[in-house]
């Protein structure tokens, strides 16, 4: 018997692959500093962590394929306070915002169609595009401009018969680069232009500095029939366990096609919606918190970069992570290195290679993705481990 194609060509997770070296390491006695992975060390909400401790029905029962209304109800007012204006009939809530980019590519796409995404992108893309049997068109960024948007002239040239939407992550990971309105006002002429679906991934909408302003697809009325946004809680709330996300258009045919989708695989988590519902009103001053202790972190490895010869890495201005590209010509064989050969103290660092962020051969082989997510001080012995090997590595 014979595996399927997509079972065959899936992509293995950059961010999760070295694990096997990883824990062979541990079991050395290695502490590894992990900045390969978005989990964020800050503490999870008390408010939702009490909706599981006091969960005392007798039957944990199945809810609506679209998601609770009472939680459905409260996002209109979540989104209102980010000038988002939409219905409850507008979200579908989602088995994490995983799920929420599946149905948002298997609505918009046959098999065989194609998505236009700038790459280097958040790599599960690929892992959703060969579930949904999409092809990812690459529109390819640099980091020697901060990952910034080319012109449109590069965009529209990757649109062909087979394109049905433009893709893209704002925040964005693996990159940090946050799209201005001006730049999405570029990205709404071209999809009305062409009649293309946009899908905006706004994970990271909470987590933008330098005063910058976080503007969502949504907010475009022209292009109500073709935007698509997906959302999750995992990083809003340090929840990554509790997978819940969200589907959200104002296209009425799209929605009711989604919602057959959301049908077939029942509902999403029950108590994880109400966890997530109980966070809704969380104060300002949360993650106001959050977003000072964030803007630390950036800077605390932005500036340790800046002291190694012959990295080029602009600072990002959103989401918590940092792609950096080494004077070195193999970043996997390093990141390998520094996990079977080097340590200091006893202690070493993962991070992720962004070769597995790319879709177009043989691009980002000398680029690594830092996620900040770890405290101040094991933060900054991490980094400076991290010089240390590098140079040695080098050497």
Not at 156 to 166: F, N, P, R
Not at 254 to 275: S, W
Not at 321 to 337: C, H, Q, S, T
Request: aromatic share 10%; glycine share 6%.
């Amino acid at each position: 018997m014979k595996l399927s194609e997509r079972a065959k060509t899936i992509q293995a997770s950059p961010i999760r692959k070295l694990m096997p070296l990883a824990n062979r390491a541990k079991e050395k006695g290695i502490k590894i500093y992990h900045l390969n992975i978005g989990q964020p060390d800050i503490e999870t909400p008390q408010e939702m962590l009490n909706v599981y401790k006091n969960y005392h029905e007798k039957v944990l029962a199945y809810g609506p394929s679209q998601g609770l209304e009472i939680y459905r109800r409260n996002l209109v007012k979540y989104y209102k306070r980010h000038n988002i204006e939409i219905g409850e009939d507008d979200i579908i809530v989602t088995t994490a915002g995983s799920e929420a980019i599946i149905f948002a590519m298997m609505v918009t796409c046959n098999t065989g169609d194609e998505i236009i995404i700038p790459e280097p992108f958040y790599t599960n893309y690929n892992g959703f595009a060969t579930m949904a049997g999409v092809k990812i068109v690459p529109l390819t960024t640099y980091a020697e401009t901060g990952f910034a948007l080319p012109e449109n002239e590069k965009i529209e040239s990757l649109i062909t018969a087979k394109t049905k939407a433009i893709m893209i992550c704002n925040p964005g990971n693996p990159t940090g680069a946050v799209y201005s309105r001006q730049d999405l006002e570029r990205i709404a002429n071209i999809a009305e232009k062409h009649n293309l679906f946009v899908i905006s991934d706004e994970v990271y909408r909470e987590f933008v500095y330098d005063g910058l302003t976080h503007t969502s697809i949504l907010e475009f009325p022209e292009l109500e029939n073709l935007a698509i946004m997906v959302d999750s809680i995992s990083k809003r709330y340090s929840a990554c366990g509790a997978r819940i996300g969200c589907l959200i258009s104002k296209n009425r045919e799209l929605m009711n096609a989604a919602l057959k989708f959301a049908q077939a695989r029942l509902c999403p988590p029950t108590i994880d919606q109400l966890a997530a519902n109980a966070a809704i009103d969380i104060e300002e001053e949360y993650f106001k918190k959050i977003l000072r202790e964030y803007d630390k972190r950036r800077n605390i490895v932005f500036d340790e970069l800046q002291k190694i010869e012959g990295v080029v890495c602009i600072k990002p201005k959103g989401a918590f992570y940092i792609i950096a590209k080494l004077p070195i010509e193999d970043a996997d064989d390093f990141a390998a290195w520094m996990l079977t050969d080097f340590s200091v103290d006893n202690e070493t660092v993962m991070f992720a290679p962004a070769q597995g962020f790319y879709a177009t051969p043989d691009i980002g082989k000398n680029e690594i993705r830092i996620a900040y997510i770890l405290n101040e001080n094991d933060l900054r012995k991490a980094m400076s481990i991290f010089r240390e090997g590098l140079k040695k590595y080098r050497g």
